[in-house]
């Protein structure tokens, strides 16, 4: 059974640095793209970016580059979403998900998702 | 871009559905749907246009092509209350999700 298991709720203060995690179990991570999703309070689902834990070729939504990193670690099948400076509009729930098919441009879905990171910045 | 409607929809248990999701350019069939429980994941429904995810009720059903997609829940059942998001993956980045329909149950 694929299962996306994420850290837990974190408080942060602005300007202050972040790593969450997602580890996967199930399945051959490396073979999988591997991306993140925001979702503000009350808000829909914004698209983070993906990375391919085998060659760590990583794709940004531009309306991320540069806020975050994402990276991974093979050897614990775990993916990671790093800030290095956070902002109080960071505040939000961020989902991990496993996508499924071709990433590079066409059909690409997110078939698993983790459980979500709770994300407060004040 | 990706644009959903309505916003939000009321109906009656047993009601046939219907979610719109334009986009703003062809899309080949590369369009997805996902359903959001309050407090929970998404979870994958449907994807390129037509193809019901694994365990997946056969009420939920998907059609369109080019720019206009459509999913209906054909036999409303009260566990269907949930907000419902299509999402595009031809155009990368960003694989765009459109704003979300809330379906509540009368």
């Known amino acids: 059974e694929v299962q996306l298991v994420q850290s837990g709720a974190e408080v942060k203060k602005p300007g202050e640095s972040l790593k969450i995690s997602c580890q996967a179990f199930?399945?051959?991570?490396?073979?999988?793209?591997i991306g993140w999703v925001r979702q503000k309070p009350g808000e829909g689902l914004e698209w983070m970016g993906i990375?391919?834990?085998?060659?760590?070729?990583?794709r940004y939504n531009p309306s991320f580059r540069g806020a975050v990193s994402f990276s991974v670690d093979k050897s614990t099948n775990t993916a990671y979403l790093q800030w290095t400076s956070l902002r109080t509009s960071d505040t939000a729930m961020y989902f991990c998900?496993?996508?499924?098919?071709?990433?590079?441009?066409?059909?690409?879905?997110?078939?698993?998702w983790g459980q979500g990171t709770l994300l407060t910045v004040s | 871009q990706m644009t959903q409607s309505p916003s939000s929809l009321s109906a009656s248990v047993g009601d046939r559905v219907s979610i719109t999701c334009r986009a703003s350019?062809?899309?080949?069939?590369?369009l997805h749907w996902y359903q959001q429980k309050p407090g929970k994941a998404p979870k994958l429904l449907i994807y390129?246009?037509?193809t019901l995810q694994n365990g997946v009720p056969s009420r939920f059903s998907g059609s369109g092509s080019g720019t206009e997609f459509t999913l209906t829940i054909s036999g409303l059942q009260p566990e269907d209350s949930a907000i419902y998001y299509c999402?595009?993956?031809?155009?990368?980045?960003?694989?765009?999700f459109g704003q979300g329909t809330k379906v509540e149950i009368k």
């Open positions: 999402q595009q993956s031809y155009f990368t980045p960003p694989k765009t």
């Open positions: 998900a496993r996508h499924r098919g071709y990433c590079s441009g066409g059909s690409c879905y997110l078939d698993n």
């Open positions: 390129d246009v037509s």
């Open positions: 990375i391919y834990p085998d060659d760590s070729d990583v």
């Open positions: 199930g399945y051959s991570f490396s073979t999988y793209w």
């Open positions: 350019e062809a899309i080949d069939n590369f």
